[in-house]
């Protein structure tokens, strides 16, 4: 059975940074797309960031130049290094294996605020 565990949220200032991490087990994460997907309160799931087998990224412009997704194959773990928070980067972050229908973790709150 896979499992998804997300940690590293939390309250930080505007302009602060925040790494999440997203373990893996029952799985090799290594041979999976592996994406990052926030939802904030009242809005739709959106789309954080992704990384693909061989280790390509993309990213929407609303994050761009600010987040990083990264692996470790060896912890069978997935980073997103979150830089120049934004109020309206508040959401729960969740990982994601597969996409919809795929594995995803419980999520993790992050809270931008002063």
């Known amino acids: 059975q896979v499992h998804l565990v997300e940690s590293g949220g939390g309250l930080v200032q505007p302009g602060g940074s925040l790494r999440l991490s997203c373990a893996a087990s029952g799985i090799i994460f290594g041979v999976s797309a592996v994406a990052w997907y926030r939802q904030a309160p009242g809005k739709q799931r959106e789309w954080v960031a992704t990384?693909?087998?061989?280790?390509?990224?993309n990213y929407p412009d609303s994050v761009k130049g600010r987040f990083t997704i990264s692996r470790d194959n060896a912890k069978n773990t997935v980073y997103l290094q979150m830089n120049s928070l934004k109020p309206e980067d508040t959401a729960v972050y969740y990982c994601?294996?597969?996409?919809?229908?795929?594995?995803w973790g419980q999520g993790t709150q992050v809270t931008v605020s002063s």
């Open positions: 994601n294996r597969g996409g919809s229908n795929g594995d």
């Open positions: 990384i693909g087998r061989g280790g390509s990224t």
